[in-house]
């Protein structure tokens, strides 16, 4: 193999990542014909519907007074007796941790390494909601953790009403302009069956996925 300096190899690759044939791609101005939910639909009903059939674990509380006692109930049935919440914008965050305090359930510390290979739980809000795929879409960056949502073996999304949108067509009219590095979009529990078609669930992520509708 012939050499090859360091600077002529980064001048290749970007030669290569800045190459573009021709024009780029012109997407279709109509793009209501690729919608499934259509306008009038409930979108809440279906958000709902959809997580049950993803088997995502659904409720839905009133206001964000209800959600502490919500909160540990899911805990409850899951057999949690410690929960990691990131210090994020997750609704009701305070008054959750009051509750849980109150129960006797352990909270972990969001910046020690390990707290979400050690908590049985997290708790997280989320940026936004997609009806059509039963997504709820977690960021990272700031005060968020990725392993809350990622490396517990049961998370709870807390998701207020108005974060709900349609279909994918709107979460991407939605996309911020300035995205964080990580976001990923949890459409159902980890789950694989790689081996022997037998159907195993949290090898990859949280084993119990949940999500709590605020409105």
């Not at 049950?52 to 007074?65: C, F, G, P």
């Not at 991407?172 to 980890?190: D, E, K």
């Amino acid at each position: 193999m012939p050499e090859c300096t360091q600077e002529a190899f980064l001048a290749t690759v970007r030669k290569a990542a800045s190459f573009v044939h021709g024009e780029p791609v012109k997407l279709p101005e109509d793009t209501e014909t690729a919608r499934v939910i259509k306008p009038g639909n409930d979108v809440i009903d279906i958000f709902m519907q959809r997580l049950d059939e993803a088997k995502i674990r659904a409720h839905r509380v009133a206001s964000e007074t209800a959600l502490p006692d919500k909160i540990v109930e899911i805990l409850a049935e899951a057999g949690a007796k410690s929960a990691l919440l990131p210090a994020e914008d997750t609704p009701g965050r305070e008054a959750i941790i009051a509750r849980l305090q109150e129960k006797g359930i352990a909270l972990a510390n969001p910046d020690e390494r390990d707290a979400a290979f050690e908590a049985d739980a997290g708790i997280t809000g989320v940026t936004l909601a997609v009806a059509e795929t039963a997504s709820i879409c977690l960021p990272s960056g700031g005060q968020h953790r990725r392993l809350a949502s990622l490396a517990v073996p049961t998370h709870i999304g807390i998701v207020r009403v108005e974060q709900i949108v349609p279909d994918l067509l709107d979460f991407a009219a939605r996309w911020p302009a300035r995205a964080p590095a990580n976001m990923v979009l949890v459409s159902a529990p980890s789950k694989t069956a790689d081996i022997e078609l037998a159907l195993v669930m949290g090898v990859h992520g949280p084993r119990l996925e949940y999500v709590v509708v605020v409105g």
